[in-house]
């Protein structure tokens, strides 16, 4: 099984409308007979499909300029199976990501996608919960390079099919960033913890902090083992190392609550994998928040509105 073969299945029940373009032209379909295998995904058992490039009497899937070839797994072949055909439309492209399993598609809308509020569309809010909470396996957790909207590119056939609901890839286009549930749960917890402080929001902050703390540690493991000195070399040494500790002890103490959570932080830091993870994961609650904070307002001018009809 195969990301496409997932979203064909999960939003088209295994039968995606013809597709037509801008211009009233269809694809060109053609016969197999188990020849060639499929241009983009490489299943080899298709009978049936559509010719790979333009050709007489038909569009073709991919057009000539197409300059990811290196991501087909059979650019040479003619043919290409209906799941990668429905995957590849424009429309597809256009998706800020998908989330496809349990029988559903769940396409993503960013902040600027007009298609925000249709039917089986979510945004980055709800992928925040999905992303701790993902559908029953097999299933596919894929964003687009542009997740606010516009301007996507062929991710699909990219995506990885997963069968772990607690470790699982998520793919951003051509990244592969490896999900831990259990970590994300924590980190969730934690900012909740701590209402969230301000320098939650920022990796490079939350990095510094613990760099400080580390040092901290290097700082009183030296102290503890030094012994009484009279060269001037070592105590200016002393001397230029405790000014350091002053200036830790004071960047810990304003940023409390990451000083108490010291083995989290160390769990999140733990792999560069996990770290994206999570900058992912904080992407998606500020896109949320955005959204929240828009809505929000929206309302507020609509009872606004509401109240200046009344009198
Ligand atoms: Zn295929």
Do not use: W
Not at 11 to 19: E, I, K, L
Not at 229 to 256: N, S
Request: proline share 4%; net charge positive.
């Amino acid at each position: 099984m195969n990301a496409t073969e997932i979203f064909n299945e999960t939003r088209y029940d295994g039968t995606p409308p013809a597709y037509t373009s801008a211009g009233g032209k269809k694809r060109l379909l053609i016969k197999n007979d188990g020849k060639h295998p499929c241009a983009v995904c490489g299943r080899s058992d298709i009978e049936e499909g559509y010719s790979t490039y333009k050709a007489k009497g038909g569009l073709g899937v991919i057009s000539e300029s197409f300059g990811e070839s290196s991501s087909l797994k059979n650019p040479e072949s003619p043919i290409v199976c209906r799941n990668c055909e429905a995957a590849v439309r424009d429309e597809a492209r256009s998706f800020n990501g998908v989330i496809l399993g349990g029988g559903r598609s769940y396409i993503i809308a960013g902040l600027d996608n007009k298609n925000i509020g249709k039917d089986g569309y979510i945004t980055m809010k709800d992928v925040a919960n999905m992303l701790l909470s993902p559908p029953p396996p097999p299933f596919v957790v894929a964003f687009n390079k542009n997740y606010v909207g516009k301007d996507g590119t062929h991710f699909l056939h990219k995506a990885i099919v997963n069968y772990s609901r607690g470790s699982y890839y998520a793919s951003i286009n051509d990244e592969y960033i490896l999900v831990n549930t259990n970590l994300l749960s924590r980190f969730q917890e934690f900012l909740g913890l701590h209402s969230a402080p301000k320098a939650a929001f920022s990796l490079y902050s939350m990095r510094y902090i613990l760099n400080c703390m580390i040092d901290l540690d290097q700082i009183r493991l030296e102290e503890s083992t030094e012994t009484e000195t009279d060269d001037p070399r070592l105590l200016r040494k002393r001397k230029y190392r405790d000014a350091k500790k002053e200036k830790l002890i004071k960047v810990i103490e304003k940023e409390k609550a990451f000083a108490d959570n010291r083995s989290l932080l160390e769990a999140i830091f733990a792999s560069s994998d996990n770290m994206k993870s999570i900058g992912m994961y904080l992407r998606c609650l500020n896109a949320g928040k955005a959204k929240a904070a828009e809505e929000k307002k929206a309302l507020k001018a609509q009872k606004k509105e509401a109240e200046k009809n009344v009198q």
